[in-house]
């Protein structure tokens, strides 16, 4: 794994970041600095090459935004005037504020707040959960990303693993639907080029020209929101053309009839018209679907950001079931395979959650700001809330509460950093070990540390194990050290001793299903009677209005524009935002700019009831009219009053699991004198 070159050595890796490759990675490290990071092979998906926002991770290592040591505020909330503490002041200071809170309010007035930061198994849901049960603390819903999609997939096939991306190489047909590959999950796009080469076609469901769609058969781009009655339209024209799979509905399936009546008003017209699209591209895309086998949906994380998106993933999921697309290789769909492994993070904590409210984190804001019960003392970790949230303007005003506490805990000075009462430097994942896995590619990778921590920074694991310490809340016999956690997390999964083998001996493990499981071959639907539910009970009481019902667009004659804000190529989330300084630019339809009169590089003002952000506008011809578009993960320094597209999105939630609504912003834009 290690060679030695004298000072120079190469390490073994993997990338924990939130997306969905899960790289192997090769670290370079002179002289004891990291000085390089690429792409290795041992996860074969990787093949030896990396997106460039990680071969830049060295300058977040030694870049001026580092935390280096721990900091408490000097300044006003906000300001970002800090001095230097010791670590022991520090956990002390903390600690004091924790007991005091809880003396005086309970654990319901402390909040725990974290998300993706590290998709690694051993910075999250640990020790840190241990910290917060015992404390009793409020409850935060994870709700940010993946809730409706996780929701529709459980209730469709119980989470069953999807088509390996190295099998979409064997499909004749590609959907790529809501989802970017070429930014957000690179690897999977040598795949489809093979298949290209092959004779593949594909078709592309998203309101951009992306540069698949640019290079697709057919390219649908539908009003953001819109993709449950596209769908609704397929499964309709399938029923009716004698092309849905009535052996395999019949031996596999529930709620087929249902789920048929629920489509019957979608008329390709009807759809067409509601989608904005036209209606011979649906039915071409549906001919093409019935037609062309192995067919492989990749459905994306775009189509669950709005109103409809639970429904709407649950209707895409449907389709290779309905038309009979599964039982060969490159056919069926890919969501998330983040269940291929079934590690049971609860194992380590050895707590049951206590029975405090629920704060659904795309709601936080207004949870920070009300006056019933509030919230004494904020506990930022692997996540940036002020970046990522809806409603940030009411995010910002909950984070100045003078009588808020808060601690962030990070690797950078990020935005919600600045807002901190006391800032702690967490270690990266190349200064601490972590184990981890993609929820595109399915291995499972342990890494060790390629060097030691840079300045005073320390793990989440060893914060809050002494956090615990420091409030008496640790209890003899406990998984402490991080090799426990590890065992205990492997014990979870049935497996666990081939996997720890393959770990120590590979640093890699792959899902006891195989590395290329095919769907009602190697795999069945992980539903209590291993059939596909088509119309999930639970689903439809939960959604309002009931399962594959359609919710209009929230679009006015005052904010006619769909802002969406998917991810770009420069940061993960916000993650990695501290090297990407420049201004943006909000980009619109040439049609939507010529009517406001506005031009390339006219300073604009984007704005609804929620807020406004100020920059250059930019005109992009690969946005559908009716949509602009901002990036997500953008820090305040990347516009010119410091908002970003999240000042303008509502803290709507999503028909299933609470999510969020990211592409249900509706704006106007006007050029500032
Ligand atoms: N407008 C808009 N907003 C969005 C989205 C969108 O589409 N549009 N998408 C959303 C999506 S998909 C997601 S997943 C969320 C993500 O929302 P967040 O999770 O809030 O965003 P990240 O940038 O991933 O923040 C992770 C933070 O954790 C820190 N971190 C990383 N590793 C560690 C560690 O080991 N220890 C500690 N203590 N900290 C660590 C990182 O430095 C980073 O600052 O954002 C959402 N926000
Ligand atoms: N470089 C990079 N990679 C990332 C991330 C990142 O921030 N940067 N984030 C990671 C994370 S946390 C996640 S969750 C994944 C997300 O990765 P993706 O699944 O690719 O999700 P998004 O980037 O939100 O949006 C994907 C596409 O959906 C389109 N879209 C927006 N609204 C709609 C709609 O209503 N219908 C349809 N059909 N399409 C729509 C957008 O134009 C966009 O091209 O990526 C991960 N990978
Ligand atoms: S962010 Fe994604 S593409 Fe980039 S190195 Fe990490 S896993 Fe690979
Ligand atoms: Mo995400």
Same mark, same amino acid.
């Given at each position: 794994?290690?060679?030695?070159?004298?000072?120079?050595?190469?390490?073994?890796?993997? !990338?924990?970041?939130? !997306?969905?490759?899960? !790289?192997?990675?090769?670290?370079?490290?002179?002289?004891?600095?990291?000085?390089?990071?690429?792409?290795?092979?041992?996860?074969?998906?990787?093949?030896?090459?990396?997106?460039?926002?990680?071969?830049?991770?060295?300058?977040?290592?030694?870049?001026?935004?580092?935390?280096?040591?721990? $900091?408490?505020?000097?300044?006003?909330?906000?300001?970002?005037?800090?001095?230097? #503490?010791?670590?022991?002041?520090?956990?002390?200071?903390?600690?004091?504020?924790?007991?005091? #809170?809880?003396? *005086?309010?309970?654990?319901?007035?402390?909040?725990?707040?974290?998300?993706?930061?590290?998709?690694? =198994?051993?910075?999250?849901?640990?020790?840190?959960? *241990?910290?917060?049960?015992?404390?009793?603390?409020?409850?935060?819903?994870?709700? #940010?990303?993946?809730?409706?999609?996780?929701?529709?997939?459980?209730?469709?096939?119980?989470?069953?693993?999807?088509?390996?991306?190295?099998? =979409?190489?064997?499909?004749?047909? &590609?959907?790529?639907?809501?989802?970017?590959?070429?930014?957000? @999950? &690179?690897?999977?796009?040598?795949?489809?080029?093979?298949?290209?080469? *092959?004779?593949?076609?594909?078709?592309?469901?998203?309101?951009?020209?992306?540069?698949?769609?640019?290079?697709?058969?057919?390219?649908?781009?539908?009003?953001?929101?819109?993709?449950?009655?596209?769908?609704?339209?397929?499964?309709?024209?399938?029923?009716?053309?004698?092309?849905?799979?009535?052996?395999?509905?019949?031996?596999?399936?529930?709620?087929?009839?249902?789920?048929?009546?629920?489509?019957?008003?979608?008329?390709?017209?009807?759809?067409?018209?509601?989608?904005?699209?036209?209606?011979?591209? &649906?039915?071409?895309?549906?001919?093409?679907?019935?037609?062309?086998?192995?067919?492989?949906?990749?459905?994306?994380?775009?189509?669950?950001?709005? *109103?409809?998106?639970?429904?709407?993933?649950?209707?895409?999921?449907?389709?290779?079931?309905?038309?009979?697309?599964?039982?060969?290789?490159?056919?069926?769909?890919?969501?998330?395979?983040?269940?291929?492994?079934?590690?049971?993070?609860?194992?380590?904590?050895?707590?049951?959650?206590?029975?405090?409210?629920?704060?659904?984190?795309?709601?936080?804001?207004?949870?920070?700001?009300?006056?019933?019960?509030?919230?004494?003392?904020?506990?930022?970790?692997?996540?940036?809330?002020?970046?990522?949230?809806?409603?940030?303007?009411?995010?910002?005003?909950?984070?100045?509460?003078?009588?808020?506490?808060?601690?962030?805990?990070?690797?950078?000075?990020?935005?919600?950093?600045?807002?901190?009462?006391?800032?702690?430097?967490?270690?990266?994942?190349?200064?601490?070990?972590? %184990?981890?896995?993609?929820?595109?590619?399915?291995?499972?990778?342990?890494? %060790?540390?390629?060097?030691?921590?840079?300045?005073?920074?320390?793990?989440?694991?060893?914060?809050?194990?002494?956090?615990?310490?420091?409030?008496?809340?640790?209890?003899?016999?406990?998984?402490?050290?991080?090799?426990?956690?590890?065992?205990?997390?492997?014990? @979870?999964?049935?497996?666990?001793?081939?996997?720890?083998?393959? $770990?120590?001996?590979?640093?890699?493990?792959?899902?006891?299903?195989?590395?290329?499981?095919?769907?009602?071959?190697? $795999?069945?639907?992980?539903?209590?009677?291993?059939?596909?539910?088509?119309?999930?009970?639970?689903?439809?009481?939960?959604?309002?209005?009931?399962?594959?019902?359609?919710?209009?667009?929230?679009?006015?004659?005052?904010?006619?524009?769909?802002?969406?804000?998917?991810?770009?190529?420069?940061?993960?989330?916000?993650?990695?935002?501290?090297?990407?300084?420049?201004? #943006?630019?909000?980009?619109?339809?040439?049609?939507?700019?010529?009517?406001?009169?506005?031009?390339?590089?006219?300073?604009?003002?984007?704005?609804?009831?929620?807020?406004?952000?100020?920059?250059?506008?930019?005109?992009?011809?690969?946005?559908?009219?009716?949509?602009? =578009?901002?990036?997500?993960?953008?820090?305040?320094?990347?516009?010119?009053?410091?908002?970003?597209?999240?000042?303008?999105?509502?803290?709507?939630?999503?028909?299933?699991? @609470?999510?969020?609504?990211?592409?249900?912003?509706?704006?106007? &834009?006007?050029?500032?004198?």
């Amino acid at each position: 794994m290690t060679s030695d070159l004298s000072s120079s050595k190469t390490v073994a890796s993997a !990338c924990p970041l939130d !997306c969905p490759d899960h !790289c192997s990675l090769e670290v370079t490290v002179e002289d004891g600095r990291v000085t390089r990071v690429d792409g290795s092979r041992r996860q074969p998906a990787t093949a030896g090459f990396i997106c460039t926002k990680v071969r830049r991770f060295p300058r977040r290592l030694y870049g001026e935004d580092r935390l280096l040591h721990p $900091l408490v505020r000097r300044g006003a909330k906000g300001s970002g005037d800090f001095r230097p #503490v010791s670590w022991d002041d520090a956990l002390e200071r903390v600690a004091e504020e924790i007991r005091r #809170v809880h003396e *005086r309010w309970g654990g319901e007035a402390i909040l725990p707040v974290s998300y993706g930061g590290s998709n690694g =198994y051993l910075s999250q849901d640990t020790t840190d959960a *241990r910290l917060f049960r015992r404390l009793g603390a409020r409850r935060l819903a994870r709700t #940010v990303c993946a809730a409706a999609t996780t929701r529709a997939a459980d209730g469709l096939y119980g989470r069953m693993p999807g088509v390996a991306y190295e099998d =979409y190489a064997e499909a004749r047909l &590609i959907v790529v639907w809501g989802a970017n590959p070429s930014t957000s @999950g &690179i690897h999977l796009v040598p795949f489809i080029r093979a298949a290209r080469k *092959r004779g593949a076609r594909l078709v592309v469901v998203d309101p951009r020209r992306v540069p698949l769609a640019a290079q697709a058969d057919l390219h649908l781009a539908p009003r953001p929101g819109s993709d449950l009655v596209l769908a609704l339209a397929v499964h309709r024209w399938l029923f009716e053309h004698g092309a849905a799979d009535l052996d395999f509905l019949a031996r596999h399936a529930t709620g087929v009839d249902e789920l048929r009546r629920r489509a019957a008003p979608w008329t390709v017209e009807r759809a067409a018209a509601e989608a904005g699209v036209e209606a011979r591209e &649906i039915e071409a895309f549906a001919r093409l679907y019935a037609a062309t086998s192995p067919a492989v949906v990749r459905c994306g994380w775009g189509v669950e950001r709005n *109103r409809n998106g639970g429904s709407a993933v649950a209707a895409i999921l449907a389709l290779p079931a309905v038309a009979g697309k599964f039982g060969v290789r490159g056919g069926g769909f890919t969501l998330s395979n983040s269940s291929a492994w079934r590690l049971d993070g609860e194992r380590p904590i050895g707590t049951p959650p206590p029975s405090t409210p629920v704060v659904n984190m795309n709601r936080l804001g207004r949870h920070l700001v009300a006056p019933d019960r509030p919230i004494r003392l904020l506990f930022v970790y692997n996540a940036n809330p002020l970046a990522t949230l809806p409603e940030q303007e009411t995010v910002r005003a909950g984070l100045l509460r003078d009588d808020l506490f808060t601690v962030v805990f990070d690797q950078v000075m990020t935005d919600t950093a600045r807002h901190a009462d006391v800032v702690l430097p967490a270690t990266t994942f190349l200064e601490h070990r972590e %184990l981890s896995r993609g929820y595109g590619t399915m291995a499972l990778q342990q890494a %060790l540390p390629a060097v030691p921590p840079i300045g005073q920074a320390r793990s989440n694991h060893d914060v809050f194990g002494e956090l615990c310490r420091r409030l008496g809340l640790s209890r003899p016999g406990e998984p402490e050290t991080l090799d426990d956690v590890a065992r205990s997390l492997l014990d @979870g999964d049935g497996d666990g001793d081939a996997t720890a083998r393959a $770990l120590a001996d590979e640093g890699i493990a792959f899902p006891p299903f195989g590395r290329r499981p095919v769907a009602f071959v190697d $795999l069945r639907p992980r539903t209590a009677d291993g059939k596909i539910h088509l119309l999930p009970e639970a689903l439809d009481r939960e959604a309002p209005e009931g399962l594959y019902a359609y919710r209009p667009d929230p679009a006015s004659e005052r904010f006619p524009l769909a802002l969406i804000s998917p991810a770009t190529r420069r940061t993960i989330s916000s993650t990695l935002g501290e090297l990407y300084r420049q201004r #943006v630019a909000v980009e619109l339809h040439p049609d939507d700019a010529a009517v406001r009169g506005i031009r390339s590089g006219d300073r604009v003002r984007v704005w609804n009831e929620l807020g406004e952000v100020r920059c250059r506008a930019r005109i992009a011809g690969d946005l559908r009219p009716g949509v602009a =578009y901002l990036p997500k993960g953008l820090w305040s320094h990347n516009t010119d009053n410091g908002a970003t597209a999240n000042a303008l999105v509502p803290a709507d939630l999503t028909d299933l699991a @609470g999510g969020a609504c990211f592409n249900d912003a509706r704006v106007e &834009i006007e050029r500032l004198g």
